[in-house]
Structures are given as C-alpha cells and as structure tokens.
C-alpha cells in the first residue's frame, strides 16, 4: 500500500509540476538577466562565507539539478571547484574589504574541510585582508577548524562554543528486526567489514571498533593540532574542554578564557569592527555571499587535461538524471571518451566515494585500466575512497589521498532480508512450481544451504577479484594486500604507510603530478561528466524530484536510508557490494 501511495502521489505532484514548468522557464529567464546586478561587487563589501552551506567536490551548476534539490526541499550543493576560483575573485577586487565566516555545522566532509581551510588561508596570503568569524553559537568541531583560519573570532556573550571531539556512532537494528519477525542471510569476506553489522549485531565488532577508534584519533589530532597552532590553546585545556563539556556551564565566557574566542559580542557591535576596518561607517558596508560573486564564462574547449569527478555512492547501469552517484555505464563512457581523445594527455580520477555495487566497480575499474595504459592517471581521494571507491582507484599510475581520507575498506558483502518468521506470524504462505530445484530467491524464507554456498561462492570470487586488481595496480603481492584488506578502512597517512596510497596531497597536487607525467607545461583543465542542461534532463529531474518529495513526506528524514537500503534489496539476489559505511563527525 505505502508503495502505491508514493507511485499515484508522485504521478499527481508530476503533472503539477509539469502544468508549472512554463512558470519555472519564465522565472529561470528572468532570474538570468537580473544576475549582472546580483553579482557586482560595490565599495566597501564584506564578502561572507556561509559554513553550513552543503560543500562537495564539483558545483554541478545545472538546472535540473537545482531543481531538483529544490523540490527535495534542499539547497544546491556549491563546489571547492567554483568556491577557489570566486575566492580568487574577491581576493583581486579592491571594492572587498573582508572575508566574514558565519554559519552553523560544515556541510561537507573532512577532507573538504581541510580544503576549505587551506583556501580560507590561501585567501589571507593573497589579498592581505582581513578574516573574521561571528556567530550567536558556534557548534562543531569543524566549525571552531575552520574559524580557527580568521584574523579574529567572536561570538555572542550568551552563546556557546560546542565541541564534541571525533565522533562514529552506529545504529543497530538486530533486536527490533528480531521482533518484527525480519532476518537476514548475511555472507562477507573481510573481518573487518562493518557496513552490514548493523542487521546482525547489537554493538560493534572488536574489529570495527579498533578501525572506528583509530579514525576518531587522526580526525580529533588534526582538528585539536590545528587549533592549538592557531589559536594558542594549550592542547591538554582544550581536551579537558572537550571531555568535561565545559561550554554548558561556561558559555562563550568559557570559550573566550580558553583562547578558542577573542570576545564575546552582539551582533551590531561586529559590524562595527568590520566598519572600523573598512574605515567607513556600518550603515555603508555592503554583504555579498561569495557564492553570489560572478565567474567569467570559459570560452572554448582546449582542455589537454581531463579532471574526471567520481562522487557518491557506486551503481549498475545508467542514471536517471542523478547527478549525486556514480553509475557505471556513465562514467565508463566518460572515460572512454577521454581515453579515445587524443587532445586529451592525462587525467586527474577526483574519488570521493564510499563504495557501492562490486559489479559496476569492476565496470568502472577496467575503464580506468585501459586509460592509465594509454596517458597518464592520477586519483586525488577526497574524504572517502573507500572499498568500491578504492577499487575504481587502484588502477591509476598514482594516487593521492588526504590525511583525513577514509580509504582501503578492500572486502565484499552480500545480504538477502528474508521475513520467514514474519509471514509465520501473520499467516502468508508461498508455494512454487518450477523447472528447476533452486527457482528463485523469494526473501519469505531463510536461504538453503545449497543457496548459501553458491551466495558464499560468489562472495569469495569477489573478494578474490578484488585483492587481485589491487595487487596488479599497486605491485604488491597477494598477500599483502589480503593482510590489509579484509575489509578494514585505513585514513590517508595510513593508506601511504601499507601502500595503498603514493603520497598526501590534494586536488591541485594531483593535477600538477598528471601535467608532469603527460609533459604538460601549461596544463588547461576540462572538468567532467559533461553537465547535462538538455530539457529532458530537465524532465527526468522532475520525476526524481516528484518521488523523492513525496517520499520525504510519507518518511521524513528517513527516506534517503530506505531508498539506500530498497536499492539493495531489490537487486539481483546474486549482487555482492563493496561499501564502506564509517562516517565520521
């Protein structure tokens, strides 16, 4: 019944929206020829830098994809892409007189928020102007990370500075599916693969809890390091602020003793300093978000460089207009394109993925392959690259990774929900007749051991296939890869030590190692997918958006879970997956 709902409310909220699609078109124009005012930068501009803005690797600047994210009641996600380059913008304009952080939780992942940071400085190199942090309340440790780049922090005396220290947290389902009458025939190879320990545990394995631990020590000395460098916190006061939640009881008073603050300020007295700085008075300064500052159109396409962009999570086939996963028929035929393009000397693999369907990673895997074999590929990992993302990695002639990197995760699963207990209770029976002895998989009954045994054939061929590509891509020998697979996740620092990775750098330092590698001296940067702007992507963004809209009102926050875990379930009982399911914050 609930999926006949979604089906008939998304068909009714679709012909709505294409009853509204005259009205959006006129809008979109009209928004079009306004955004040269929108966009100039006046005298005496403050330029801000909203955190809690959702932050990725690419800006997919494209109207069905804005559209989308609108109809799911989100914003569009902006891009470090774009980001440097309206950074540069605003550091060259003599109209900009400061840069002014505010926002709640960073919406991006730990290795763009040291990118971010270094861009925040980058920033105060370049233009010699001043950076300034003010909120009412600041909470998050990534947030106090990146406040600790400005020239001055403040925040209101009634606030508060919230840290938590490097957090892993699970939920686990195993007694209330048990209730429900749920199980689920669970086969893996890799001690330390937790993604689906959720469905079978109560609490952590020894092993997810040794990996999850170590992730939360490298974050928390990052973040905690940074701080005390550029704040002058003594590391042991700013642990016991942490572990004592000493903000509750001292408010941002607290904060200020500590040194993370250098006041405590409402509001109208911060745009006085900023005034003071400008040297004009507050009712003359000018907001602009940087993200509203505008980019001179790239004229031509002479890339001799392909920066190629692997973000979300891994699927069979072909998207349906989603630009936030990865789907192998898509992106093999991106690469395949770049491969066969002779303009095109080298290319830049930027991962950001936790991992997906084994398949399409192999799909994906043998594109690579065959471009590395013909010019030069360098990976740049972002904040995962993790099992399937690294098996789409490995193949590369080098490999960067982030200290705050989530990589290797080098192992598979296979699930299969079965209600067996379930239609006991509630009085449902299945009878088949059919020409073989192992018909079908149904999910209303536990698997057979005969089934068991071809599920944990195909398990271990996985895992085998998957060893074996990264022994090849990375010379190392079979077994050593196996001792530091079994599914267990390794940071960047980690992933250089065991070999998984080359070398710590980012995106700009992969650029430079291909463009060296391909002999390119002045290397000119194409950035791809392509973005489709085509009216049908157009309309096949209105039929995800129309689902996921009506989803988000029938499940909450919960929808994008349930559709996650739908995905699996509704796959080919012989599907094996190569994720990784550690989030750190």
């Not at 893996?188 to 997810?208: L, N, Q, T, V, W």
């Not at 809890?209 to 928390?220: G, M, N």
């Not at 692997?310 to 072909?318: C, T």
Request: hydrophobic content about 40%; some cysteine.
């Amino acid at each position: 019944m609930k999926q006949f709902l979604l089906t008939f409310a998304a068909v009714i909220l679709a012909a709505f929206l294409l009853l509204m699609l005259p009205l959006i078109i006129i809008s979109s124009i009209a928004s079009a020829a306004m955004s040269d005012d929108k966009t100039q930068i006046g005298e005496n501009t403050v330029v801000t830098l909203d955190l809690s803005e959702p932050l990725s690797d690419r800006d997919m600047d494209s109207p069905s994809y804005r559209f989308r994210n609108a109809m799911n009641g989100g914003d569009a996600t902006h891009g470090i892409n774009t980001l440097t380059k309206k950074l540069d913008l605003a550091a060259e304009n003599d109209n900009v007189v400061a840069l002014y952080l505010k926002g709640g939780e960073v919406g991006t992942n730990m290795a763009n928020l040291q990118a971010l940071r270094k861009l925040i400085v980058d920033f105060k190199a370049k233009s010699g102007k001043p950076v300034y942090y003010y909120d009412d309340a600041v909470s998050g440790d990534g947030v106090v990370y990146i406040a600790s780049a400005a020239d001055s922090v403040f925040v209101n005396a009634e606030g508060f500075v919230g840290m938590s220290g490097s957090v892993v947290s699970k939920l686990y389902f195993k007694r209330v599916a048990e209730k429900l009458g749920i199980g689920f025939d669970i086969i893996k190879h890799g001690r330390f693969k937790s993604a689906i320990e959720p469905f079978f545990r109560d609490k952590m394995s020894d092993e997810d809890r040794l990996q999850s631990q170590r992730i939360c020590d490298v974050a928390w000395s990052e973040i905690r390091d940074t701080i005390v460098a550029n704040r002058g916190v003594k590391a042991e006061l700013l642990d016991k602020y942490v572990d004592n939640i000493e903000y509750l009881g001292g408010r941002t008073q607290k904060a200020v003793e500590l040194g993370l603050v250098d006041g405590g300020i409402f509001y109208d007295q911060f745009k006085d300093k900023l005034a003071a700085v400008a040297g004009v008075d507050a009712k003359d300064l000018k907001f602009k978000s940087v993200y509203d500052l505008s980019l001179e159109p790239e004229i031509g396409n002479d890339a001799n460089l392909a920066v190629v962009y692997a973000s979300g999570e891994i699927f069979d086939g072909e998207s349906g207009s989603d630009d936030e996963n990865i789907y192998s028929a898509n992106l093999a035929s991106t690469l395949r394109k770049i491969r066969l393009d002779d303009d095109i000397k080298a290319v830049v693999l930027r991962v950001n993925s936790p991992g997906g369907s084994a398949l399409a990673s192999e799909v994906i895997w043998r594109e690579v392959k065959l471009t590395a074999a013909s010019k030069p590929v360098v990976v740049s990992m972002g904040g995962y690259a993790a099992s399937g993302g690294y098996y789409i990695s490995c193949a590369a002639n080098y490999i960067y990774a982030e200290t705050m990197t989530l990589t290797g995760s080098i192992g598979v699963y296979g699930m299969i929900p079965n209600v067996e207990k379930l239609s006991e209770n509630i009085g449902v029976d299945l009878d088949v007749v059919s020409s073989s002895k192992t018909p079908l998989i149904t999910g209303l009954h536990a698997l057979k051991e005969s089934e068991r045994a071809a599920f944990l054939s195909s398990v271990e061929k996985t895992y085998d296939t998957f060893v074996t590509r990264v022994s090849d891509g990375r010379k190392m020998s079979y077994a050593d890869v196996d001792s530091i697979g079994q599914g267990r996740v390794w940071m960047g620092a980690d992933a250089v030590k065991n070999g998984l990775v080359d070398e710590i750098g980012d995106i700009d330092d992969a650029i430079a190692k291909a463009a060296e590698l391909a002999g390119l001296t002045e290397p000119q940067i194409g950035e791809y997918p392509e973005i489709d702007d085509s009216p049908m992507a157009l309309f096949k963004s209105m039929g995800l958006s129309a689902r996921a809209t009506v989803g988000h009102i029938i499940l909450g926050s919960d929808f994008d879970k349930f559709d996650r875990l739908r995905t699996q379930v509704e796959a080919s009982p012989a599907s094996v997956w190569a994720r990784c399911d550690l989030e750190l914050k």
